[in-house]
């Protein structure tokens, strides 16, 4: 069975910074792209950025892009999200998800419909 369990959300002031785990299990990790989506109350989920398998190759939402960065440790199966410069309009649930397809353009990998398995997600809260 496939889970992504993220952790590491919480309560930030703007400007600070905060780092996402996602813990996968049941599928070979190194086999995989993955990703991190958003989704603020009102609002659909969001991409915010994508890992290919090998690390080599990343996509970045152009809101986050300079501030966020994705990497991913294939020895413990995670997949990190270092987020620093936070602000309020960041607040949301962060999900993580898995794709066993490459992508080929940031398009493409934005395209939440292709991810194969998610996470429940973790609260991220930017305070002013």
């Known amino acids: 069975q496939v889970r992504l369990v993220e952790s590491g959300g919480g309560l930030v002031q703007a400007g600070g910074s905060l780092r996402l785990a996602c813990a996968a299990s049941?599928?070979?990790?190194?086999?995989?792209?993955m990703a991190w989506f958003r989704q603020a109350p009102g609002t659909e989920r969001e991409f915010v950025v994508r890992v290919s398998k090998s690390g080599e190759m990343t996509y970045y939402a152009d809101s986050v892009k300079g501030r966020f960065t994705i990497s991913r440790d294939t020895a413990k199966n995670t997949v990190y999200l270092q987020m620093n410069s936070l602000k309020p309009e960041d607040t949301a649930v962060y999900y993580c998800?898995?794709?066993?397809?490459?992508?080929?353009?940031?398009?493409?990998?934005?395209?939440?419909?292709?991810?194969?398995?998610w996470g429940r997600g973790t609260q991220v809260t930017v305070s002013s």
């Open positions: 049941g599928l070979t990790f190194s086999n995989v792209a």
């Open positions: 998800a898995s794709d066993w397809a490459p992508a080929t353009s940031r398009f493409s990998a934005s395209n939440a419909s292709r991810y194969n398995y």
